[in-house]
T-cell receptor
Framework: IAGITQAPTSQILAAGRRMTLRCTQD?????MYWYRQDLGLGLRLIHY???????GKGEVPDGYSVSRANTDDFPLTLASAVPSQTSVYFC????????????FGEGSRLTVL | EDQVTQSPEALRLQEGESSSLNCSYT??????LFWYRQDPGKGPEFLFT???AGEEKEKERLKATLTKKESFLHITAPKPEDSATYLC???????????FGIGTKLQVIP
């Protein structure tokens, strides 16, 4: 079934550790996004990529990095996790950057202790 | 700064009791408005895109409408399986500018 696959589904992490959340899509969408969802704050954009080889900063990029080596994969890395990065992370994609709805993965729940 | 406000935060309905969810927005250069459904522990699922004031979209028991300042998601004769959080999001200006509301958590009681 076509869509977005995120891994891991859930993770508990010690503060200071490095963590990479994986995201793969098989829809050949050009644009990909990482959001975090926190209670009372809604979905906030962390980083985005308009096409393979390019990335950009969203609303809350500090402490996170991304790469886009190919069309399908868009990993999100926390270099040194902090408790405030405890959240649910969603990867999303869409065909065109300037139109169209976002398709979301099922999320990665991250707890930083 | 673009703002999207959804109300109510939570809504409890009896099965068959129709109601509406509101999404008001203050957005510069609106290009579109999305409605999503999100089930617990899942990612948001796309429902509708509305592009201009006066536009309406329907899907089963759901109808979305758009004015220049707000959007409504009307739920007609809801069923328990309609229970979910409904998210509204606006799309404006630069192509990364998608602003989400916090959502309305709908519970439909049998």
């Amino acid at each position: 079934i076509a869509g977005i696959t995120q891994a891991p589904t859930s993770q508990i992490l010690a503060a200071g550790r490095r963590m990479t959340l994986r995201c793969t899509q098989d829809m050949r969408h050009n644009a990909m996004y990482w959001y975090r969802q926190d209670l009372g704050l809604g979905l906030r954009l962390i980083h985005y990529s308009n096409t393979a080889g390019t990335t950009g900063k969203g609303e809350v990029p500090d402490g996170y990095s991304v790469s886009r080596a190919n069309t399908d994969d868009f990993p999100l890395t926390l270099a040194s996790a902090v408790p405030s990065q405890t959240s649910v992370y969603f990867c999303a994609s869409k065909w065109q950057t300037n139109t169209g709805e976002l398709f979301f993965g099922e999320g990665s729940r991250l707890t930083v202790l | 700064e673009d703002q999207v406000t959804q109300s109510p935060e939570a809504l409890r309905l009896q099965e068959g009791e129709s109601s509406s969810l509101n999404c008001s927005y203050t957005v510069s250069g609106l290009r579109g408005l999305f409605w999503y459904r999100q089930d617990p522990g899942k990612g948001p699922e796309f429902l509708f895109t509305l592009y201009s004031a006066g536009e309406e979209k329907e899907k089963e028991r759901l109808k979305a409408t758009l004015t220049k300042k707000e959007s409504f998601l009307h739920i007609t004769a809801p069923k328990p399986e309609d229970s979910a959080t409904y998210l509204c999001a606006t799309f404006s200006g630069g192509y990364q500018k998608v602003t989400f509301g916090i959502g309305t958590k709908l519970q439909v009681i049998p």
